[in-house]
């Protein structure tokens, strides 16, 4: 029988943060101001955690 994941939601929050980290890494080598890279990581992490709970229903 299929058994979804046991996660919890500080571990969603931080690997949807390393994902998006890296690409806003790339746009801060390229000349995007630091602090709106980490807004927009910050942004991402918390609207996968967002999504993640809503599927789980």
Wanted: overall charge neutral.
């Amino acid at each position: 029988m299929y058994r979804p994941s046991q996660r919890d939601w500080p571990t969603a929050l931080v690997t949807a943060g390393l994902g998006a980290g890296v690409a806003t890494s790339f746009a801060v080598i390229q000349g995007q101001n630091p602090l709106v890279a980490l807004g927009i990581t910050l942004f991402a992490a918390v609207m996968a955690l967002v999504v993640d709970e809503l599927q789980r229903g």
